[in-house]
């Protein structure tokens, strides 16, 4: 065997690690080489039509571009956009609503809260499942769980046939205090079985078992809107997968930033709406731990919106009550703040005769009009060519050359309306663009109570590093670090992101010596059913298990999350757990009651399962002579300068250069304002600081 053949055939049995993440215009590819910490990158077009058939094109491009057998391939990690994207476009399954007699308007009442407080003309937004198609049974559980009426077999057979002939496709089960017994749902599902087994049913308390009857109840109706669409994508996905050969049994990145397998993803769909975002921010999370920074901003713009994240001591920031779509999400999901503007985002005159950029996206079809896909209406992207700022290489490895003058005629219409020049209007949409995420990450850093001056801004996603140095000018950070591939980090995110399975128990007491018994009981009976689920998805190893518990003082209405540690319910130290929570309201509200009374209301589990560990080659810096590529015009603001294009393939660990500048690669473009210095670091970041 020649020298040749033998490396071909090495590359074909290499361990080649995949991860895929589909977003509003491209479907993104980072393989990963696990012996020699080879990587690889891909974008394709997504098909909005047809989300997931361009899976199987991508993969096949990236294996004949890189040498590999997709055959070999032993880990296949996926993040998604059809669960949102069913939600946003309310495209879901028809469902029906089964909750007690005379609570029929639970979701339509809510929490009684107008989406935006300051507004006359605000609305709430419809509800997922219409008021004809919530049906009251005569059921009734007592808050200590004890049950005061059984559910009404007569009205539960009646209710069935009624959602049935209305045209529903599924029902989603929801009574009053099912987080305490949920026997009453679980005998109204079996009757439903039994009744019209061509409806799937899910039960609140099997998806979320959490205390309040709304977020229990949309909770798990988000789950059944989508569950149709994603359990057929993801039963598409396994076949195709299985077509071509690939042996490594598919994994989908969760909400909370970490993993679970497709049977697992089939029935929790709503673990994974949030999975690009919470992709991204996971991989972000561990580029940050690589390079020692502790304190990052992350921004990830697409062609539809732009994310936010904090990331604190090398880790990703939790919550719940993100918004998908309309609705919120009440499970725990990777805490990501997102406004609608991105590098499809669409400006427009208004009838007053004002600018505005966004939300309306171009997306991949027909996409910007520089894209030359058909698209006419200028967008963010059409406004950094006609800049300059882009348009000097191909983009998305090669798939999409930039039209110049299609940019510059989709930006002339605005300029002739708005009567001013062409440049100054595409330097205005930039500059809209910025100062709206301006005001977004301000809400984030206040609500958060951080300093962003303390923190490093890192931009990735295609359209990160072409606005992020700008955004952090006028956010008065001084330190910007893009990653070596910044427009597939939350591909990279699903294969570095560990197994994470998420559980809940509320409880409900006072937080007193005599509490600590049914705490410790609670935590060790999830702490069972972690490992178990653990075990469901293939992990054998050692579980890592995180307790904390939702705590408030007495007369609040709402609760706080509260780290505990597990040796204070060893010990029974109700006292510590007491001064966690008063140091965590101290942090979050600048306040504490010391004499106050605590009360207990949920605890929850985190049961992790370590993923492979993985590492990217690392090369020490050298002092080296850096040259341009060539010199472009850029129109910067005010004038016309002519300035350097670097080409990021030919940057080595200690290239350094000064701004303003443009850096072109396969997969985005970083613009470097004046007044910047540039270096490249032993992990290949392009790392950018502000002069003083």
């Known amino acids: ?165 209305n045209g529903a496709q599924g029902i989603v089960v929801s009574f009053l205090h099912s987080w305490r017994n949920a026997a009453q749902e679980t005998s109204v599902k079996a009757a439903i079985a039994r009744l019209a087994p061509d409806l799937f049913v899910f039960t609140s308390a099997e998806v979320w078992p959490v205390i309040r009857e709304y977020e229990r109840s949309s909770t798990a109706i988000l789950n059944g809107y989508v569950h149709p669409r994603v359990s057929g994508y993801l039963t598409a996905l396994e076949e195709r997968l299985k077509h071509r050969g690939v042996p490594a049994r598919p994994m989908l990145t969760k909400s909370n930033g970490g993993l679970m397998n497709a049977a697992e993803g089939k029935r929790a769909c709503v673990n994974m709406l949030l999975s690009g975002t919470a992709s991204g921010v996971i991989g972000a999370s561990w580029l940050a731990r690589q390079a020692g920074e502790d304190k990052v901003l992350t921004l990830d713009i697409g062609g539809t919106s732009a994310d936010f994240a904090l990331i604190i001591n090398g880790e990703p920031q939790f919550g719940t009550g993100e918004l998908i779509g309309e609705f919120p999400l009440h499970i725990p999901s990777v805490s990501v703040s997102s406004i609608g503007v991105g590098g499809g985002s669409i400006a427009s005159v208004d009838a007053q005769g004002v600018l505005r950029v966004g939300p309306e996206s171009a997306g991949s079809t027909p996409g910007p009009a520089c894209y030359g896909r058909g698209g006419e209406r200028a967008t963010v992207t059409d406004a950094m060519v006609v800049c300059g700022w882009l348009g000097h290489s191909e983009m998305a490895y090669g798939q999409l050359s930039i039209e110049t003058q299609l940019a510059h005629r989709a930006v002339g219409e605005l300029a002739m309306r708005l009567g001013r020049p062409v440049e100054q209007t595409a330097q205005a949409i930039l500059d809209i663009a910025v100062s709206e995420m301006f005001v977004e990450v301000e809400k984030l850093a206040s609500r958060a109570g951080v300093d962003l001056r303390d923190f490093t801004l890192m931009p990735f996603g295609g359209g990160g590093p072409m606005l992020g140095a700008f955004l952090a000018r006028e956010l008065g950070i001084k330190r910007v670090m893009a990653p070596r591939r910044p427009g597939v980090v939350s591909a990279l995110g699903g294969l570095v992101a560990d197994l994470r399975g998420d559980f809940i128990r509320t409880i409900f007491s006072p937080l007193t010596g005599a509490s600590l018994p049914g705490l410790r009981e609670a935590f060790e009976a999830l702490a069972q059913e972690g490992r178990d689920w653990l075990a469901a998805q293939g992990h054998h190893a050692a579980a890592q298990l995180t307790l904390s518990c939702d705590m408030r003082y007495f007369g609040q209405s709402y609760e706080i999350e509260v780290v505990l540690s597990p040796q204070w319910l060893a010990d029974g130290d109700a006292a510590a757990i007491e001064q966690a929570f008063h140091r965590t309201h101290e942090q979050l509200y600048d306040f504490h009651d010391p004499n106050g009374a605590i009360e207990l209301v949920n605890v929850r589990l985190s049961a992790i399962g370590a993923g492979p560990a993985l590492s990217f080659p690392e090369t020490e810096e050298i002092d080296v002579p850096t040259h341009p590529a060539r010199r472009v015009p850029v129109y910067t603001g005010l004038t016309v300068e002519t300035i350097d294009v670097h080409d990021r393939q030919t940057l080595v660990p200690g290239s350094a250069f000064h701004g303003p500048a443009v850096v072109v690669q396969e997969d985005t473009t970083f613009a470097l304002p004046a007044g910047t210095q540039a270096r490249v670091d032993r992990h290949l970041n392009l790392v950018l600081t502000f002069a003083e």
Not at 57 to 79: I, K, N, S, W, Y
Not at 118 to 124: E, G
Request: negative net charge.
């Open 1 to 165: 065997m020649d020298g040749a053949t033998a490396t071909d055939e090495a590359l074909k049995k290499a361990d080649w690690k995949v991860g895929v993440d589909i977003g509003g215009t491209f479907i993104d590819f980072c393989a990963l080489e696990a012996s020699s910490g080879r990587v690889a990158s891909l974008k394709v077009l997504t098909t909005p039509e047809d989300p997931g058939a361009e899976l199987m094109t991508g993969l096949t491009l990236l294996a004949e571009r890189e040498g590999f057998d997709p055959t070999h391939m032993t880990r296949f990690v996926h993040g998604t956009t059809v669960g949102i994207n069913t939600i946003i476009q309310r495209k879901g399954a028809p469902l029906a609503l089964f909750t007690n007699a005379g609570f029929e308007d639970v979701i339509e009442l809510a929490r009684l809260r107008m989406p935006d407080m300051y507004s006359l003309f605000c609305a709430r937004p419809d509800p997922l499942i219409s008021r004809d198609m919530v049906f009251g049974i005569p059921a009734r559980m007592r808050a200590d769980g004890n049950e005061s009426q059984a559910p009404d077999t007569a009205a539960v057979e009646s209710a069935i046939a009624a959602a049935k002939s």
